[in-house]
């Protein structure tokens, strides 16, 4: 079902998180405290809007490490319903789109509830201080769309975050595929 982001209040404070990652560790909340700006995006394996920007993630999760940008995905589906977005294919998939950050695994579902997730992806940009500055699309590029896959919507929310100015005003939502809640 296509469904649009919540759209999280700007300045909300980044909610807590511990959960297992694809490469074997716990990672939290407080494991990017020295990062500048932290992304946390809600994604899962099957979700076609998210294969349609897989590469271009990917991409974006490299030039963000390399700024000093902390970048996290957490997959939130319930996987007695969706199996292929669990644990085992979570670190293929990992593999597969070439995704250096970590991507973590919310089975209570708790940490998407808090962030209020709705769909997959999902993006929230959070300050130095972890106040949320960004919440909403990638970019325009949607499957079928034949828009380019760019991530112009959230890179220019980073790029403004780190030279301490405001993203921009007119923040718009994601669509993809609702969170597949228990």
């Not at 909300?12 to 992304?39: I, N, Q």
């Not at 490299?62 to 996290?72: D, I, L, M």
């Not at 975050?161 to 939502?173: I, K, N, S, V, Y």
């Amino acid at each position: 079902m296509l469904t649009p982001s919540t759209m999280l209040p700007l300045g909300t404070p980044a909610p807590e998180f511990r959960l297992p990652g694809t490469a074997g560790r716990t990672v939290s909340l407080g494991d990017f405290a020295a990062a500048p700006a932290l992304v946390v995006m809600f994604i899962c394996n099957h979700c076609p809007y998210v294969q349609h920007i897989r590469g271009a993630l990917a991409q974006f999760g490299r030039e963000c490490q390399r700024r000093g940008v902390a970048v996290v995905a957490i997959s939130a589906n319930d996987v007695a319903q969706y199996p292929q977005d669990g644990p085992a294919e979570m670190r293929a998939e990992a593999r597969r789109a070439g995704y250096t950050f970590p991507y973590l695994y919310d089975e209570s579902q708790a940490v998407a509830q808090a962030y209020r997730a709705a769909c997959t992806p999902d993006f929230f940009l959070f300050d130095a201080a972890r106040r949320l500055v960004y919440r909403g699309q990638f970019d325009d590029s949607r499957p079928g769309n034949d828009l380019p896959v760019t991530g112009a919507d959230l890179r220019a929310a980073v790029a403004a975050t780190l030279a301490g100015q405001p993203a921009a005003g007119e923040q718009r939502p994601s669509i993809g595929c609702n969170i597949k809640w228990k």
